[in-house]
């Protein structure tokens, strides 16, 4: 099953797999969301939206549907 | 004179880059824009020792060097033109220490310019705190360039950032990514074609969307060296160039960088815990609000009473003092209540910038557009657009530039569509006279109901902003894409010293900035009020005391007011006003809050002086101007002008009518239309219209 940024659950984490570039902001690129790092969920508002992370060192809030495009790997 | 330095002091937003500029510079700064835009220019100078100068000049923050505003090509246009008046001899980089590996991103693409690029890592002294060390001298090394450590806080560090800045000729400019491997064939193209340029600066000029005064992009594109790249290989390649220098951010930082993360559990994420939740979140949120409008109302009134009271005093000294006419009229009835009209406005906005200040220097904002972002995109707007919302309670003007940071273009039209609704200062004068007047002053449940009616009348005003924005939503047909993306800083006390320069800086300049029109438009006015037409402005004396001649019971006062007030409806403003009576007359009004409101088109602060001027041609008494509205009588139904009825009508006309030219010129400039503002006038001021003609109709 194909896991994103938005399955994350409160505290896990994950490492960033590739992801199609098009969607993707560049500006959250550069803030650090990059394929191989690492990426906490630190905490959601309401319906999930939008998510509060630490992508590798960056606390940002993305919303969810960008979140929805990022392929993760979860570490458990 | 020796030559100053230029220095460009640059970094990502929130790496307490305005509190190094602070430092640096003191209160030696001055608060501009660039030419043709909106974008605040700050600049000041900086004494260095051994009598050298620096000008400093503080860009706006920017993630990097790919521009995706106004504010953020102000940096790159000025770092690729070598010909303007403030290209740096020297560029200082900002960063956080807790965040640098994400401030380096921003580092080596300046470097990469060939400018000479001072390091500066800030709040330096959290390092301990954090865990952090750091291999200076390696990074140094690393970089090819000087590194300083700075605590903008403690004041730690910034000598030496000065000692750097007057050494600057020994720091190198050699590039440290070279960016031309993700593409070697098309940058050896790029490279034939244009032999003499550097190449990233080419790169850079291809992939911006910026016009460059001194280069052509055209020019570049069209050569028949190489094939143009589309758009979306050109952002594949903006991917590549971000990894890229990544990996060699990572190796540089590997070697010099080490985090003890088991002293690093902090403040940070226990804060976030309750003012992120979902419940206690939301609850501290309107909790701050409520306490910040309470605080404003009951704090300011005490200055507030004290300026009024002084100008009524200033007013009346100047007219026993000075020899009489017409000179000293224009002087006590024109000028210093006008002037009046402007300072009392000083404590309220001084008080809303200090809350706003103080939000926005501890990250607390951030948090706000996060809880917020889900529920304004309901209504067409961004968790962004809270900040424009937020700031908009001071002035609507910087409230429309806010909107920049907004991604999606429909969610910024709206945002800036909607913004002037929020009640921006230039309405408080007006709430807060006419709460006066016709809300008892009382309290109930611990709360004063005068408080609660101007906070009523805040949260009337961001309803009705979004409600429009809602209905907005619907209407717009835009194709959207959002790409909300938002940095959380990490929470600061905040400096008392960038507070009150914040402070200062914008109350001044919204006192000059208003206090032009203002004091011109009384000035006008006085005029207008103070001379007239025809037999009946010039013979006023005559005319009224034979229409009391056979009345023996009038007293010499009395007659003397009747004259005053005869000679006011003649003036030219009488006439005028008289004009447009029939279309005030249903809100509850009389001609002189219909002149009130026609001058407050220009700006709404005006009401004030203008009622204030109306009111003090022709009276001798030295009176407040509360006591003069308090003393109006209603020219058609009797009995006090300032009723509840009416009172409300006029509140509720100020809360919705679009009464600022500024605000209107702001929105053609940020919207390139005039479009958009001529929708806000008519629609604004016919709602408000229609709104204050119910009330009154109503209530009365």
Same mark, same amino acid.
């Given at each position: @099953?194909?896991?994103?940024? =938005? ?10 797999? /590739?992801?199609? /570039? ?7 690129? /550069? ?12 905490? @959601? =508002?309401?319906?999930?939206?939008? @998510? ?8 940002? =809030?993305?919303?969810? /549907?960008? =979140? ?9 | ?8 002091? *640059? ?33 000041? *100078? ?18 990097? +060097?790919?521009?995706?505003?106004? $504010? ?52 330096? $002294? ?122 060699? *951010? ?56 004290? *300026? ?16 009489? %006419? ?7 009835? %024109?000028?210093?209540?006008?002037? #009046? %009209? ?11 910038? !200090? ?14 557009? !996060? ?11 961004? #968790? ?16 429309? &530039? ?52 101007? &906070? ?10 979004? %409600? ?26 905040? &400096? #008392? ?52 001649? $056979? ?14 007030? !005869? ?131 109503? +209530?009365?």
């Amino acid at each position: @099953m194909k896991r994103t940024l =938005a399955d994350l659950k409160r505290g896990e984490r994950g490492i960033i797999k /590739e992801f199609s /570039e098009e969607n993707i902001p560049l500006k959250l690129l /550069e803030m650090g969301c990059l394929p191989g790092n690492e990426v906490e969920m630190l905490q @959601m =508002a309401p319906f999930r939206d939008p @998510m509060y992370l630490n992508i590798n060192g960056s606390h940002l =809030a993305i919303r969810r /549907e960008i =979140a929805l495009l990022i392929e993760i790997d979860l570490i458990s | 004179m020796a030559k100053q330095i230029n220095v460009a002091l *640059i970094g990502n937003p929130n790496t307490g880059k305005t509190s190094v500029f602070n430092q640096l510079t003191g209160l030696n700064q001055k608060v501009g824009n660039y030419p043709g835009i909106t974008v605040e220019k700050k600049e000041g *100078i900086c004494k260095l020792p051994r009598g050298l100068k620096a000008h400093i000049l503080d860009l706006p923050g920017t993630y990097s +060097l790919n521009a995706s505003s106004l $504010d953020e090509n102000v940096v790159i246009e000025l770092l690729l033109n070598k010909s303007d008046k403030d290209y740096p001899d020297v560029a200082v980089v900002v960063s956080d220490v807790e965040n640098l590996k994400r401030n380096l991103l921003l580092f080596t693409q300046i470097k990469d310019l060939g400018i000479p690029t001072i390091l500066v890592i800030n709040m330096a $002294d959290r390092m301990e705190r954090k865990g952090i060390s750091l291999d200076v001298d390696l990074l140094e090394e690393r970089l090819n360039t000087k590194v300083v450590l700075v605590s903008a806080r403690k004041n730690t560090g910034i000598d030496e950032l000065k000692e750097a800045i007057i050494n600057y000729r020994h720091i190198s400019d050699e590039p440290c990514v070279n960016a031309s491997v993700i593409a070697p064939e098309y940058f050896d193209r790029l490279r034939k074609a244009f032999p003499k340029q550097s190449l990233y600066k080419l790169w850079l000029v291809i992939t911006q969307d910026v016009n460059f005064g001194n280069i052509n992009r055209k020019e570049i594109t069209n050569s028949d060296y190489f094939d143009t790249k589309s758009h979306t290989e050109l952002k594949k390649l903006q991917h590549k160039e971000t990894i890229l220098r990544y990996q060699f *951010i990572n190796g540089v930082l590997k070697e010099t960088m080490k985090v003890d993360a088991s002293s690093a559990k902090d403040l940070r994420s226990r804060l976030d815990r309750v003012l992120t939740h979902k419940v206690w979140g939301y609850t501290i949120f309107f909790g701050i609000l409520l306490l910040i409008f309470q605080a404003i109302y009951s704090w300011s009134s005490y200055p507030m009473d004290l *300026i009024d009271e002084t100008f009524a005093f200033l007013s009346e000294w100047t007219k026993t003092t000075l020899p009489a %006419g017409a000179f000293t009229n224009l002087i006590a009835e %024109g000028i210093i209540p006008g002037l #009046g %009209g402007i300072v009392i406005f000083i404590p309220q906005i001084a008080f809303l910038f !200090f809350f706003i200040s103080i939000l926005e220097e501890t990250g607390y904002m951030s948090r706000v557009v !996060f809880l917020m972002d889900r529920i304004m995109r309901k209504f067409g707007l961004s #968790g962004k657009s809270v900040v424009p919302l937020v700031s908009g309670t001071a002035c609507a003007i910087p409230a429309v &530039m806010a909107t920049r940071n907004i991604e999606s273009w429909k969610e910024r039209l709206i945002t800036i569509l909607v913004v002037p609704f929020t009640t921006c200062s230039a309405r408080l004068p007006v709430y807060l006279i006419i709460i006066a007047l016709v809300i008892p002053d009382r309290a109930v449940w611990g709360f004063n109901l005068q408080g609660l009616t101007l &906070m009523l009348l805040y949260l009337l005003g961001f309803g009705v902003a979004i %409600g429009s924005a809602w209905i907005l939503n619907l209407i717009l047909n835009i194709k959207n894409r959002s790409h909300f993306v938002i940095e959380m800083p990490n929470y600061k006390m905040p &400096m #008392g010293k960038n507070i009150a320069i914040n402070v200062v800086e914008k109350t001044k300049s919204f006192v000059f900035g208003a206090g032009k029109i203002i004091l011109a438009i009384s000035i006008i006015l006085w005029v207008l009020a103070s001379y007239g037409p025809g037999d009946n402005f010039s013979n006023a004396n005559q005319i009224v005391s034979e229409q009391y001649n $056979d009345q023996n019971n009038i007293s010499e006062a009395e007659l003397d007011e009747e004259i005053a007030s !005869f000679k006011l409806k003649n003036s030219y403003i009488g006439i005028m006003g008289r004009g447009i009576e029939p279309v005030v007359a249903p809100l509850g009004y009389d001609w002189k809050i219909g002149i009130a409101i026609i001058s407050s088109f220009a700006a709404r602060e005006v009401f004030v002086g203008t009622l204030a001027t109306i009111y003090s041609v022709g009276s001798d008494e030295e009176e407040t101007i509360k006591n003069r509205m308090a003393a109006e009588i209603n020219p058609i139904l009797g009995g006090p002008l300032f009723t509840f009825a009416s009172g409300i009508s006029l509140l509720l006309f100020y809360a919705f009518a679009m009464q600022c030219m500024s605000t209107l010129a702001i929105v053609k400039k940020e919207t390139n239309t005039w479009k958009w503002p001529v929708l806000q006038l008519v629609v604004m001021t016919l709602f408000a219209y229609f709104v204050a003609l119910a009330a009154f109709q109503l +209530l009365k």
